[in-house]
């Protein structure tokens, strides 16, 4: 299964929640399988999907599944301390690793090596961390949302992408809807 | 030890409604870190770099806070890639209380070469930016603060050595 697949099982579980999601690839396949006013699309800035939805966890009750990528989190290791020590039971992080920077032409990354993102998130506090295959991700999102814990999720999927436009929306509509659906 | 400046600003900051700040820490901004941690009207959540901070600046006010960020000059090199393509892009208001290091005052060397870049980078990148040299200069705080609000923009308050210095 690669990401598109997982997001595909994704979808009845995460159609109506609030969910921001990371840059490129896996954007434009959450926009053309399921746009929702719920879905925060980043359209550039690598790196900050987990800290974007982790301030929004914390500004507000509704629950928040961040997607991210294995890239991405490298990009941005430091802010799972960040999310460790100032844990919201409303937040979910969902890293999507397929070992891979998938919209960039499949180059590897170290997570799909040595580096283990579960043991990083751990190390850095988080309580509730699971890994977890492709096929049982739609599940273990569920589960989370059910806990009233903060949980990060570690899907492991193959690398690989399916061809999806890039997202035309404007910035400012993307996020002056998706604010109406956090407030609403 | 923090000084009346310091629970000045912070006042500042919470009369307009700031309730969300984050910070990397600088050896000017310690006092006013030291009052935010005080003031129970303000959540501070530390990050660990300025561009972390801006994503959970950028999550906290699409959940309905009003955030700000404090953090050195030098950290313009890092926040870059972040405040065009989120703060700028998806039109986020963002004060930036920054502590203006290689100024005059400053002892450290290598400060100053950040500090030749710094205004540079802010014209650059099209952000209004108020220099604090004075403590005089801190009346126009609030007028910032709506004005950040107001077109929606992140805004640049340089804060230097002899603005710190003379500050009471
Ligand atoms: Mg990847």
Redesign the pocket.
């Known amino acids: 299964m690669i990401?598109h697949d997982v997001l595909k099982t994704l979808i009845p579980v995460i159609s109506d929640q609030m969910v921001v999601c990371n840059i490129g690839a896996p954007s434009q396949e959450l926009f053309s399988l399921d746009d929702q006013p719920t879905n925060f699309y980043m359209l550039g800035t690598m790196g900050l999907a987990s800290s974007i939805g982790f301030g929004l966890a914390t500004a507000q009750a509704k629950p928040v599944i961040a997607i991210d990528?294995?890239?991405?989190i490298l990009t941005n290791m430091a802010t799972l301390a960040t999310i460790a020590n100032n844990p919201r039971s409303n937040f979910t992080l969902l890293i999507?690793?397929?070992?891979?920077?998938?919209?960039t032409g499949d180059q590897p990354?170290y997570?799909?090596a040595r580096t283990s993102l579960a043991a990083v998130a751990r190390a850095c506090g988080c309580e509730s961390v699971v890994e977890v295959s492709a096929k049982d991700t739609a599940g273990a999102v569920s589960a989370a949302l059910q806990a009233d814990e903060m949980t990060v999720i570690v899907s492991k999927c193959d690398?690989g992408n399916v061809p999806a436009p890039v997202i035309g929306m404007n910035p400012i509509t993307i996020r002056e809807r998706f604010m109406a659906a956090v407030a609403g | 030890m923090a000084k009346q400046m310091d629970r000045r600003i912070i006042g500042d900051l919470a009369d307009n409604g700031v309730d969300f700040i984050t910070s990397v820490p600088c050896k000017q901004l310690a006092g006013v870190i030291e009052v935010l941690d005080q003031t129970p009207a303000i959540r501070h959540m530390p990050s660990n770099k300025e561009d972390e901070g801006m994503g959970l600046c950028a999550g906290a006010y699409m959940g309905g806070m009003r955030p700000a960020i404090f953090m050195q000059n030098t950290a313009l090199g890092v926040v870059m890639n972040s405040l065009a393509t989120l703060i700028q892009f998806y039109q986020i208001p963002l004060p930036m209380l920054i502590s203006y290091r290689g100024e005059v005052g400053e002892p450290v060397a290598c400060q100053v070469e950040m500090a030749l870049h710094t205004k540079a980078i802010l014209n650059q990148l099209q952000i209004p930016t108020y220099h604090f040299h004075t403590p005089g200069d801190a009346d126009e705080l609030p007028g910032i603060l709506n004005h950040a609000q107001m077109c929606r923009k992140p805004v640049a308050i340089l804060t230097d050595a002899s603005f710190w210095r003379a500050a009471a």
């Open positions: 990401r990528g294995d890239g991405s999507i690793d397929n070992g891979s920077y998938g919209s990354t997570a799909g690398s």
